[in-house]
């Protein structure tokens, strides 16, 4: 399955968790599912007690967070190991 704009995918954070993301621009040819996200962050766990910014260490490297959402340029697909910085699609239960 190829990523496209407006699908939701889950992005793992540094600390591991993995929250809802949108697809916001995707490279679909790109062999490793090269796609921009939306990630949506849970404001109750993944703020920093006190402050209205998102705790440093969910913050990957060129990301930005802005009120309860983080952009993320670039992120690789990772369907196996899923790795912190990484998108996959959602797991089924």
Not at 20 to 44: E, F, K, R, Y
Not at 53 to 74: D, K
Request: charged fraction near 15%.
């Amino acid at each position: 399955m190829k990523p496209s704009i407006g699908r939701i995918v889950h992005y793992v954070l540094l600390n591991g968790q993995h929250r809802a993301a949108t697809v916001v621009n995707a490279w679909p040819s790109a062999p490793d599912g090269i796609c921009n996200l939306t990630v949506h962050l849970d404001g109750c766990n993944d703020f920093t007690p006190g402050l209205h910014i998102a705790a440093p260490n969910l913050i990957p490297q060129g990301a930005f967070a802005a009120g309860s959402t983080l952009s993320v340029g670039s992120a690789h697909q990772d369907e196996s190991a899923k790795l912190p910085g990484t998108w996959h699609w959602p797991e089924r239960e």
